[in-house]
């Protein structure tokens, strides 16, 4: 995956990131990434494709847990292993090789996006509309995913981690929340990822609890 530089993006970062709104502190990010692989993403894609045909080599199609319907397909194998490396890049030196699949869901449509934008940036979108002549902080993200990568064109991910697989716990995150629009034609991939930390905390506020061990169930259950 390679980072790509989008104009769009850069008045939306510049304010979101830092927020300041009294207690608690909004950081927010757009960032948009080619699906060309690097040498170490062809290493973990590699890793990452043995792991998950390991684990349908051992599943049965009658158990209803099962994901078999939709990893047996290449190109879920493929989207997930997109979405895996682009939290990679996202986060470079947190460790997503054992993420879970069933923390990703894809999303019928754009309106999930939206709802929880205005639930969770309703303060943040007040001060946007009041220094950027009553614009509409939603309209002006939108606008800009849709310019850089056509959103109507795009499969859209949410990624709602369990506190061993969200980085942003450890940094007291009161909440956090992640989205992919993934272009198949483009073969690219814009990432939204938004936390907010409270200042009334200490640094080991909510850190996130040890994992339960159970790598052999990484990447199931991925709805795809």
Request: proline residues 3%; negative net charge.
């Amino acid at each position: 995956m390679k980072f790509l530089e989008y104009t769009p993006f850069d008045s939306l970062n510049l304010f979101l990131d830092q927020l300041n709104l009294g207690d608690c502190t909004i950081r927010g990010n757009l960032e948009a990434f080619s699906c060309k692989h690097t040498a170490t993403d062809r290493r973990l894609s590699i890793s990452l494709e043995h792991e998950i045909l390991d684990y349908l080599g051992k599943s049965s199609d009658s158990d209803p847990s099962s994901p078999v319907e939709h990893l047996s397909s290449r190109s879920s194998r493929k989207t997930l292993i997109y979405l895996v490396l682009t939290l990679g890049h996202m986060y470079p030196d947190y460790d997503f090789s054992a993420v879970r699949a069933h923390l990703f869901f894809q999303e019928e449509e754009l309106e999930s996006f939206k709802q929880m934008v205005d639930t969770y940036l309703s303060d943040a979108s007040r001060q946007w509309a009041a220094t950027n002549d009553g614009s509409s902080l939603l309209d002006s993200m939108t606008k800009a995913i849709d310019e850089v990568i056509k959103i109507r064109e795009c499969d859209i991910y949410s990624y709602n981690p369990d506190s061993d697989g969200d980085p942003v716990q450890e940094k007291g995150a009161i909440w956090s929340f992640y989205y992919f629009f993934y272009n198949r034609k483009l073969k690219r991939v814009v990432s939204f990822r938004c936390y907010c930390t409270s200042k009334l905390s200490g640094d080991d506020f909510l850190i996130g609890v040890a994992s339960d061990g159970e790598e052999e169930d990484a990447l199931i259950d991925m709805d795809i």
